[in-house]
């Protein structure tokens, strides 16, 4: 995505805000991942992996890794304590019986009805949709993180998505290097703007309009103290 360290950090801080104490979440490849590395230990926050695991934690410190325990990306992880291994059928069916709290996504094109496109861009190798399709539309709370343009500067938040879909109307909140965006009814809001970014440059650099709440708050950092324990 092109995004630097800083950048990802502090969405991955700014998505855990999201997260309340005892929710089971599911955190998809890339950035969602980071989430867990900003959760304090005594709020008992179940991560799902749909590869079988509910009680992922951090990633481990370097030279502690596991070779039998990581992510659905294939990324070592920790457990924690009352964590639980079983397969992938137990994995989804905790998925499609609703049960996950909150589902933590990687995104290539939001719309402003919240229709997702996450999975593949055409002409490019993908080995298969994974459990994207059943997270999007499943979980109670569906947050896309993702960033705010593509490599050549077009809005990766737009009117119409044009790579296929992964799910339509299912994102509840986005959030990018630059913002943090509820989908509603009406459209999108634009709630807050991340580091140093004005609201100028989030419209001038999103595909669709946006709506500024009275309670909007302007250029608010997580860089630092989003529940670090």
């Known amino acids: 995505m092109g995004l630097g360290v800083e950048d990802r950090v502090r969405m991955a801080k700014r998505a855990a805000k999201e997260i309340t104490p005892g929710m089971c979440v599911n955190l998809g490849i890339g950035i969602p991942t980071l989430v867990a590395d900003y959760i304090p230990e005594d709020w ?44 992938s059928a137990t994995a989804f069916a905790i998925v499609r019986k609703q049960m996950l709290d909150m589902t933590i996504l990687g995104g290539l094109e939001v719309s402003e009805r919240g229709d997702l496109a996450n999975w593949i861009v ?47 109307r299912c994102v509840h909140l986005i959030i990018t290097e630059m913002a943090v965006i509820e989908v509603t ?25 946006l709506t500024i709440p ?8 997580y860089e630092e103290g989003a529940n670090d324990e």
């Open 44 to 87: 008992k926050v179940m991560f799902h992996a749909e590869n079988g695991i509910v009680g992922a934690g951090r990633k481990p410190f370097a030279g502690e890794e596991d070779e039998n325990l990581c992510n659905a990306g294939g990324f070592p992880i920790t457990i924690r304590k009352g964590g639980v291994y079983f397969d």
């Open 214 to 221: 009275p309670d909007f708050k302007n250029s608010k950092s």
């Open 122 to 168: 055409p002409g490019k190798r993908v080995p298969g949709m994974g459990g994207a399709m059943d997270l999007a539309v499943k979980a109670k709370k569906l947050v896309v993180l993702l960033s705010h343009t593509d490599n050549q500067g077009n809005p990766k938040i737009v009117n119409e998505c044009k790579l296929p879909l992964t799910a339509s």
């Open 185 to 209: 009814s009406s459209g999108l809001v634009l709630h807050e703007t991340l580091g140093n970014y004005s609201v100028e440059e989030v419209i001038e650099r999103t595909g669709c309009p």
